[in-house]
């Protein structure tokens, strides 16, 4: 390996551990969860639409449910996690228990939508 590609690979990896440890040391609890929670989607969205790719999508509205079921709660919780946020006081409408709330009713809603898409 040359010597600038260890250079920058050492530098990318104090990067991503500076970030981690910032990120660690300064979000609160309740937005760690939420990130948690992104991730989970994140990857179910990844692994429905690598089986339709793998297995092939005959029941096709199962995978349309699935899968805009996934992308629909990741845009649920990006909203609940940026009107969550303290740092955004001053930003945007800032109250979390309103932002639950609407959290709460919306994936209600969604789900109910794609238990009557399953058929």
Same mark, same amino acid.
């Given at each position: 390996?040359?010597?600038?590609? +260890? +250079? ?23 937005? +760690? ?17 690598v089986y339709v790719l793998l297995a092939g999508s005959y029941p096709f509205n199962a ?7 996934? =992308?629909?709660? !990741? =845009? ?12 955004? +006081? ?6 979390? #228990? #309103?932002?639950?709330?609407? !959290?709460?009713?919306?994936? =209600?809603?969604?789900?109910?939508? =794609? ?5």
């Amino acid at each position: 390996m040359a010597p600038s590609a +260890k +250079k920058s690979s050492a530098v990318s990896a104090s990067a991503v551990s500076s970030l981690w440890s910032h990120y660690v040391a300064t979000t609160p609890a309740h937005l +760690k969860l939420i990130d948690i929670y992104l991730v989970f989607l994140l990857y179910s969205g990844i692994a429905q639409f690598v089986y339709v790719l793998l297995a092939g999508s005959y029941p096709f509205n199962a995978f349309l449910a699935g899968f805009g079921s996934a =992308v629909a709660s !990741f =845009v649920f919780a990006v909203s609940l996690r940026m009107r969550s946020n303290p740092e955004n +006081k001053g930003k945007i409408i800032w109250n979390p #228990q #309103q932002a639950f709330g609407e !959290f709460v009713i919306c994936n =209600v809603l969604l789900h109910f939508i =794609v238990i009557h898409f399953l058929g």
